[in-house]
């Protein structure tokens, strides 16, 4: 959604279908309410991991942090700070030992890492743009020696709800 006069509720409305039909396989497939319930019962035997955002607040309201096998969303106008966030988020589950995949639509992967490099470090992230801290490289130098490597970037702009499918059957 581009428009910011569209309301809230139409948003978050059109990314849940956008999110239930990139979830969804394509496959339609039946089962009777016994086969139903019986499938419940068994995903029950089965701990769902669960996996700290890395933000108090956003763990609380989401019931402990981002359940394994589900898909996150998050709708919001332009410009507030979406990616903001997920980069944050990522960072944090990247820290955790947690392999995933961070589709970035808008923002660069280098821009994302610019930002988590700058807070790691301590600095503004302006010190990319200006360059005028001498030790700038070498604080870059240590933030890539000692993150680990669980995060996937993939870098699409303007990507359709199947090149996202397809990004996501290769990771």
């Given amino acids: 959604v581009t428009d910011l006069e569209t309301p809230g509720d139409e948003v978050i409305a059109t990314t849940i279908g956008d999110l239930q039909r990139l979830a969804g396989d394509g496959v339609r497939r039946s089962a009777t309410k016994r086969e139903v319930g019986e499938s419940i019962y068994d995903d029950l035997q089965t701990e769902l991991p669960c996996f700290s955002t890395g933000i108090r607040g956003l763990d609380g309201v ?6 394994a ?3 996150y969303g998050i709708a919001a106008r332009k410009k507030v700070g979406k990616t903001i966030l997920l980069g944050t988020i990522s ?7 947690v ?3 961070f589709i970035a639509m808008e923002m660069s ?10 807070r ?6 302006v010190a990319f743009l200006k360059r005028d801290d001498q030790n700038l490289s070498a604080k870059v130098a240590d933030y890539v020696a000692t993150q680990p490597d669980n995060t996937v970037f993939e870098h699409s702009p303007g ?9 996501i059957g290769r990771a």
């Fill in 62 to 67: 989401m019931g402990g942090g981002m359940f």
């Fill in 69 to 71: 096998g589900k898909l």
């Fill in 91 to 97: 960072h944090n589950l990247n820290r955790a030992g």
């Fill in 99 to 101: 392999p995933h995949l």
């Fill in 109 to 118: 992967p280098k821009e994302i890492e610019q930002r988590n490099a700058a």
């Fill in 120 to 125: 790691e470090g301590g600095f503004n992230s």
């Fill in 159 to 167: 990507a359709s709800l199947d090149d996202i499918r397809a990004m």
